[in-house]
Nanobody, 120 residues
Framework: QVQLQESGPGLVKPSQTLSLACTIS??????????WNWIRQTPGKGLEWIGM???????YYGPALETRTSISRDTSKNQFTLQLSSVTPEDTGVYYC????????????WGQGTQVTVSS
């Protein structure tokens, strides 16, 4: 069974860049037709899809955060990462990495989530 584990700092200062990593176990980030996503839950907006990286390495971002978001991968570590720039307190929330095994917006595996607080 695939396992996902988020990691990164729990506290980020306003205007800085939030950086998180998701380590994948029992699957490969390059498995055909799999999509690896970042989703967050914030007090203000609830669940929000941030973006994805495909098995091929191509990326897609949600329109609300697109200008501040970058998702990349390290195949040697079987990880994908999220960078969200110019953060504000409104970016405070729980960040999840997920797997969509078919590209149909069906997320069958979730990490436990990591709390990120934006505060000075």
């Amino acid at each position: 069974q695939v396992q996902l584990q988020e990691s990164g700092p729990g506290l980020v200062k306003p205007s800085q860049t939030l950086s998180l990593a998701c380590t994948i176990s029992n699957d490969s980030i390059t498995t055909i037709n799999q999509y690896w996503n970042w989703i967050r839950q914030t007090p203000g907006k609830g669940l929000e899809w941030i973006g994805m990286i495909r098995y091929s390495g191509s990326t897609y971002y949600g329109p609300a955060l697109e200008t501040r978001t970058s998702i990349s991968r390290d195949t040697s570590k079987n990880q994908f990462t999220l960078q969200l720039s110019s953060v504000t307190p409104e970016d405070t929330g729980v960040y999840y990495c997920t797997r969509d095994p078919t590209g149909t917006w069906s997320f069958d595996s979730w990490g436990q989530g990591t709390q990120v607080t934006v505060s000075s």
